[in-house]
């Protein structure tokens, strides 16, 4: 069994900065991609970021300049440094991962999910 755990979510104040991060666990193999989708009340769950092997990362629009994935993969863990946020960064953050398992071909994994809250 392939799970993602995710932590560092909370409140903060509007130009503040968070730093989440995701560890897989279980019997993989590889891991070839992990990425951060969020997901707002009534909203579509969208891309945050994404990072490959040979780190090349990919960013939403909306949080480019702002925001910062990374990857440890002695760790098999993916972090995300969340700067400058804003109100409309509010919302349920969850780590996804393409793994490759000993006994199972790949797919992708999801995490439960951290909730994000940028309040004043």
């Known amino acids: 069994q392939v799970r993602l755990l995710e932590s560092g979510g909370g ?56 925001f910062t994935i990374s990857r440890d993969n002695a760790k098999n863990t993916v972090y995300l440094q969340m700067n400058s946020l804003k109100p409309e960064d509010t919302a349920v953050y969850y780590c996804n991962a393409l793994v490759k398992a000993w006994t199972a071909p790949s797919r992708e994994y999801w995490g439960r999910g951290t909730q994000v809250t940028v309040s004043s």
């Not at 909203?43 to 970021?49: P, T």
């Open 11 to 66: 409140l903060v104040q509007p130009g503040g900065s968070l730093r989440l991060s995701c560890a897989a666990s279980g019997s993989i193999l590889s891991i070839n991609a992990m990425g951060w989708y969020r997901q707002a009340p009534g909203k579509q769950r969208e891309l945050v970021a994404g990072i490959i092997s040979g780190d090349s990362a990919n960013y939403a629009d909306s949080v480019k300049g702002r």
